[in-house]
Every structure is written in structure tokens, then in C-alpha cells.
């Protein structure tokens, strides 16, 4: 269903989230007990018009006042944006094999070679095909 966006009983289409932010919303939607992740749920309510599911009824999704522990979540990831140090909104991608590399998580891209450029200081014309198989004599 991932991949082809298709019910395979019914044929027809279902929703795939393939986004990052989409994917993030669904699990803390799916884990609406957990206080990291009130912040989260409590804008899922409020763009779909139903804030009857956020406050203190039994009916309620959520509660109407976030709980402490959310409270100092946020915080502390406020205060980890602030200092620089990376937030726990990345993702790893596992390497790839059909073009060599090393199986495990994928480090940061390497700096592709900007070629020759006349202008730049320094420049070196490359060898071409041609004359790297030429023999002397």
C-alpha cells in the first residue's frame, strides 16, 4: 500500500504519508498518551475544527493544559536549538549497495569537485582521454 498508494481489496486510493513532518504528526497522534508529545496532537484538533477533543471531559482527546513533563520537553529542545547541538528531528538513511557503499548509516555528503575553471587561482588543465594513453617514442 506504501508504495503503490492502493487498497489492494478495493482498489481504490488511500492516504500515504511520505513526509517527514507527516510521518512525525501520525505517530504522536498514534501515541497521543505520551506528554512529549502533546504540543503535536493539540494542532491535529485545531486545524481539523474539532476542538471538542481537546480539554478535560472524558470525551477529550487530550487534556486543555499541557502537562509538566511537555512543558520541559519543549523546553530543553528550545534550549538545544539555541546552543547549536542537534535535535532529535533528523533521520538516518541506511547506505545504499547498489552503488558500493559501506553497509550502516549513511554519513554527510562529500563535497563534489567543482572542475576546471579558467579564472579560478591556480587552475591546471586535466589530462584528457586522449593524451593519458599516448606512448612516448
Same mark, same amino acid.
Given at each position: $500500500? ?22 512525525? $504528526?501520525?505517530?504522536?497522534? $498514534? ?34 493544559? %499541557? ?35 559501506? %553497509? !550502516? ?9 567543482? !572542475? ?22
Amino acid at each position: $500500500m506504501y508504495y503503490t498508494g492502493l487498497d489492494p481489496f478495493t482498489k481504490q486510493e488511500v492516504y500515504i504519508a511520505k513526509g517527514l513532518r507527516d510521518r512525525k $504528526m501520525q505517530r504522536a497522534l $498514534m501515541q497521543f498518551f505520551k506528554s512529549e508529545n502533546y504540543f503535536a496532537v493539540r494542532e491535529v484538533p485545531l486545524q481539523a475544527g474539532r476542538q471538542d477533543l481537546t480539554g478535560n471531559g472524558c470525551d477529550c482527546l487530550i487534556p486543555a493544559n %499541557p502537562p509538566k513533563e511537555a512543558i520541559e520537553a519543549r523546553r530543553r529542545a528550545a534550549t538545544r536549538a539555541v546552543q547549536g547541538e542537534e535535535d532529535d528531528d533528523h533521520y538516518h538513511t541506511v547506505a545504499n549497495p547498489a552503488r558500493d557503499e559501506k %553497509p !550502516g548509516e549513511r554519513g554527510p555528503e562529500p563535497v563534489k569537485p567543482t !572542475g576546471y575553471r579558467p579564472g579560478r587561482k591556480g587552475a591546471k588543465r586535466r589530462q584528457g582521454k586522449k593524451n593519458s594513453g599516448r606512448q612516448k617514442g
